[in-house]
């Protein structure tokens, strides 16, 4: 285990400080919609033209559960999720389609009444931030870039960027495991690795709170791994922050294996596990953000005062 109190000399931002400090300060509230519905969050980006993957079917209301799940018969893969969801809950990962419906990530059989099921759950507000009723939507698998097939298992790696002001501070990836159920969320049991900004290597990795090295399932080594289309993939981040107008967002980027990095969701109240990844704090970069006035810079400029900054912490 990190101790968290040798972290705290380290600059470690915590979770009062962030909600004072940095959600509440720098992200007005009328914007939250705009990131905690994953469908919003899309069409901004479709608008900047920022890749996204594509929305195969949606259930508003139960009624519209049966016509979801008629559209989705057919296809092989996809991903079901709730419009207002996070840390992976309710995310369900369709691999293939089989006789009797499906294959989830986990080698599970989906029925198609398992699916109605799930959409019924999420349409009903089971995961949704607010608990209130949910929008259920299919979007199309992204596909693991070949690079990172070494690095992880079951599913997707994904970027997450924080930045604040519309400089990147901090960056780690997830890579799924078996047990984390086709996602990358550290919740589901996610390997998180902190990667240098400048490099868009992996520099240090845990499992929860645990330091590791190697991938559990894949026995690969997880640190000082070139991660693939790294710059592109920030750019991408840095893009969907400034469409939105928030200060301080968490930005969750998919490198597809044709498509290239694709934007995923923003989070206005992105975790501090990215630390533990990183073993390293945020503070120290948070603060030289705000006195550098970033405002005024282009977003080449701000990826350059980023890397800066992560380099001389
Ligand atoms: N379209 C997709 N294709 C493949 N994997 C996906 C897709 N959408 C989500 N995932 C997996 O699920 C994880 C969580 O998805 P995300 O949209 O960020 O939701 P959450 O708000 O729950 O974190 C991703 O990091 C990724 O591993
Ligand atoms: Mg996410």
Known sequence: MIPWRSLRRRGVLGINQRNIDFTTFENPRRLYPLVDDKLK????????????????????????????????????????????GAMGNGILVIHEATAE??????????????????AESIVSGLYALSGRPDVAFAEERLRIHPDFARIARGGVPDLRVVVLRGVP???????????????????????GAGVDLST?????????????????????????????????????????????????????VVVDEERGPVLLELNARPGLAIQLANRGGLLPRLER???????TLDLEE???????IAESD
């Not at 750019?235 to 400034?242: K, P, Q, V």
């Not at 953000?289 to 405002?295: G, L």
């Open 41 to 84: 969050t899309k069409a901004i980006c479709e608008a900047a033209v920022i890749p996204v993957a594509p929305v195969l079917a949606k259930a508003e209301y139960h009624a519209d559960v049966r016509r979801l799940v008629a559209d989705l018969r057919g296809r092989g893969d996809f991903v079901l999720k709730p419009a207002t």
């Open 200 to 252: 868009g290597r992996t520099r240090s990795a845990v499992i929860g709170t645990t330091p590791i090295d190697r991938h559990p399932d894949t026995g690969e080594r997880v640190t000082d791994y070139p991660l693939p289309h790294f710059a592109e993939a920030l750019r991408t981040a840095l893009r969907a922050t400034d469409e939105t107008r928030l200060g301080y967002v968490g930005a969750d």
């Open 302 to 308: 701000r990826l350059d005062l980023g890397r800066r």
């Open 289 to 295: 953000i705000r006195k550098a006035r970033p405002q």
């Open 169 to 191: 501070v901090m960056a780690m990836t997830r890579l799924p495991t078996s047990a984390s159920g086709g996602r990358a969320n550290l919740h589901q049991g996610a390997v």
């Open 101 to 118: 419906g499906w294959l989830g990530a986990n080698g599970r059989q989906i029925t198609p009444r398992d699916l109605a099921y799930h």
